[in-house]
């Protein structure tokens, strides 16, 4: 029964939490110019960061990983290493990441690179794509990507619990974004999981009763 309540409330949470977030990206003929150059890089072998032949603009890139992943069975994670350039990204290097069909990890080690790489280069943006493999919710409606409470979670994490990037974030001096392919689709998701949004309001006014 439990079980069921969990799988409930993920789903609950899945769809009202997307709400909150842009409509997926619009790729232009321009953006698959990314594809081969991406797909080359990705081929080749796994986690190293990979200097890309000349710049790609953001939804050039995230063109690229789509394709790479949009038939695959497992989850990948790329990181798109750039700059902010007005509204957009201009991506220079990539790293890329294998996993399972459900799951995907960033290692320790990236996770320090990313932070030292955010410190040194003040304009510095960093792209974070994944996908998820086709499941039976595709098969019933031609839904947009949903991110996952752990999805969000770890956007949370990186996003706005790490002060420098939260700082760079109210500024507009770049930061951390991420981007879920799934479906045929990539859209950002900006939105905190709402469920755990609301627990958590509910505990600090549960802590204030009491007091």
């Not at 969990?6 to 997307?18: K, N, V």
């Not at 953006?31 to 081929?43: A, M, P, T």
């Amino acid at each position: 029964m439990n079980n069921n309540n969990d799988i409930i409330q993920e789903l609950i949470d899945t769809f009202i939490s997307s709400m909150f977030d842009p409509n997926p990206v619009q790729f232009k003929p321009e953006h698959e110019r990314g594809v081969n150059i991406i797909r080359r890089l990705l081929l080749k072998p796994n986690a190293q960061i990979q200097k890309l032949p000349k710049k790609l603009i953001r939804n050039a890139f995230l063109c690229g990983c789509l394709d790479f992943t949009e038939h695959e069975q497992i989850e990948h994670l790329i990181i798109g290493y750039g700059n902010k350039r007005g509204a957009g990204t201009d991506i220079t290097s990539i790293q890329h990441f294998i996993g399972t069909e459900t799951s995907v990890n960033i290692t320790p080690e990236t996770i320090t690179y990313i932070q030292g790489h955010c410190l040194i280069t003040p304009n510095s943006e960093i792209v974070v794509f994944h996908n998820h493999p086709l499941n039976w919710l595709n098969n019933l409606m031609d839904n947009p990507p949903f991110p996952s409470t752990v999805d969000r979670n770890t956007m949370l994490q990186f996003k706005y619990l790490e002060p420098l990037q939260l700082f760079r974030f109210i500024l507009g001096r770049g930061g951390i974004k991420f981007y879920l392919g799934e479906n045929g689709f990539v859209k950002e998701f900006k939105m905190p999981s709402v469920i755990k949004l609301l627990q958590f309001l509910s505990s600090l006014q549960q802590i204030g009763g009491t007091q």
